[in-house]
């Protein structure tokens, strides 16, 4: 079974700081893991995903993700926040990237 | 961009009622669509695999006679929640596996059932 924790329902940041939104997950096979942004009104957007290349993953809109076997965990960050990165942030995990198990979502908030 | 259009975006039925929630592949053709429900900071749960010509998949524990799923053409694949009760209401949102093998979400359907 899969399945994907999401620490922390809300995360507030200052423009210009540091954005770091956890995921750790749990796998009996080696897991495709993934990074989704919701912003209003709107459906679902893939930021990044990790399928066994790289250990580093770059996605769209500055935002990266490490993936950490020894942890466990596929953390999402991005060095320096801008207010268009206010919206809810969804990590996920599949075993054949079609059937998606997803987190309970972060919400980010931006202050000026 | 691929982009999946789902309809509508909020609907509000009395008990007992049969609601219909559209999910389009605008511009790309779909033979796999998923749809998946979400309760109030819950995670989004799936619910079925929709394929086109061909009968549902449903995961466990979810009714397939409460939530009807067809699957008529490429572009278009429809959930219908009947004899809705209050403890259907829910946010539904589906996806649809479009090129490259990626998935695209439809912005999401809040449905209320008095």
């Known amino acids: 079974a899969q399945s994907v924790t999401q620490l922390g329902s809300h995360v507030s940041v200052s423009e210009g700081a540091l954005v770091l939104l956890r995921c750790n997950y749990s796998?009996?096979?080696?897991?495709?893991l993934f990074w989704y942004v919701q912003y209003p009104n709107q459906g679902l957007q893939l930021l990044l995903k990790?399928?066994?290349?790289?250990?580093l993953v770059k996605g769209i809109n500055g935002f990266e993700a490490e993936f950490k076997k020894s942890e466990t965990s596929f953390h999402l960050t991005k060095p320096s926040a801008h207010m268009s990165d206010a919206a809810e942030y969804f990590c996920?995990?599949?075993?054949?990237?079609?059937?998606?198990?997803f987190g309970t979502g972060t919400r980010l908030q931006v202050f000026p | 961009g691929a982009v999946v259009s789902q309809h509508p975006s909020r609907v509000i039925c009395k008990s007992g009622t049969s609601v219909k929630i559209e999910c389009r592949s605008l511009?790309?053709?779909?033979?796999?669509m998923f749809w998946y429900r979400q309760f109030p900071k819950k995670s989004l749960m799936l619910m079925a695999t929709?394929?086109?010509?061909?009968?549902?998949?449903?995961e466990q524990g979810v009714e397939k006679d409460k939530f009807l799923i067809n699957h008529a053409s490429l572009t278009l694949s429809t959930l219908t929640v009947t004899s809705a009760h209050p403890e259907d209401s829910s946010f539904y949102i589906c996806s649809a596996k479009g090129p490259s093998e990626k998935l695209f979400f439809g912005s999401g359907t809040q449905l209320s059932v008095l």
């Open positions: 796998s009996s096979v080696p897991p495709y």
């Open positions: 929709s394929n086109e010509g061909s009968k549902a998949t449903y």
């Open positions: 511009d790309f053709q779909a033979t796999t």
């Open positions: 996920a995990v599949s075993d054949n990237t079609d059937k998606l198990i």
């Open positions: 990790y399928t066994s290349a790289a250990t």
